[in-house]
């Protein structure tokens, strides 16, 4: 039996948890983020939680609340580790608690940085949050004719 969606009335949801995952790995993935003292260099993204892009009465709309985990490097920059005796690379994972489709603020938590952790919190997170802000234009961007069809 052939469903027939006249003037796209009934809902259609398109599940989009690969491309979540795809779209923060090539956003993140390797992306490196100065200051005067350090260079903060993402080494991986893992994404879990729920993706969708959903229409109903010809309104497309994504919903979405996902964990972000993001492993980073942060390392004096050259002339620093001269002052400082070949200073060490810090390690740590930076979460992204309830990434969530309608709020703008997210909780973070700061996983082994030690003393880094304020220069995360300061240098690195401001600039994600551009790149987090585009995502749910992008996403029903690149979906809306997949739900519309």
Same mark, same amino acid.
């Given at each position: 039996? &052939?469903? +027939?969606? %006249? ?6 949801? /398109? ?6 995952? $795809? ?8 992306? +490196? &983020? ?10 991986? +993204?893992? &994404?879990?939680?729920?993706? @969708?892009?959903?229409? /109903? !009465? *010809?309104?497309? /709309?994504?919903?979405? @609340?996902? %964990? ?20 060490? +690379?810090?390690? *740590?994972?930076?979460?992204?608690? =309830?990434? %969530? ?5 997210? =909780?973070?938590? #700061? !996983?082994? #940085?030690?003393? =880094? ?19 749910? $234009?992008?996403? %029903?961007? @690149? ?5 519309? =069809?």
């Amino acid at each position: 039996m &052939v469903v +027939v969606n %006249i003037n796209n009335w009934h809902w259609v949801e /398109r599940n989009c948890e690969k491309y979540a995952q $795809d779209y923060f790995t090539e956003k993140f993935t390797n992306k +490196v &983020v100065s200051n005067d003292t350090h260079d903060f260099t993402i080494k991986s +993204v893992s &994404v879990s939680g729920d993706c @969708d892009v959903t229409q /109903r !009465k *010809g309104q497309v /709309r994504c919903l979405y @609340d996902m %964990i972000l985990n993001l492993d980073v490097n942060a390392a004096p920059k050259k002339e620093q580790e001269q002052e400082q005796e070949s200073a060490p +690379v810090t390690s *740590g994972t930076l979460v992204i608690k =309830e990434f %969530i489709h309608d709020e703008k603020e997210y =909780e973070y938590e #700061f !996983k082994n #940085f030690g003393d =880094e952790k304020l220069l995360i919190k300061n240098v690195l997170v401001p600039l994600l949050l551009q790149d987090l802000y585009k995502f749910q $234009d992008d996403l %029903i961007n @690149d979906h809306t004719q997949h739900v519309q =069809e």
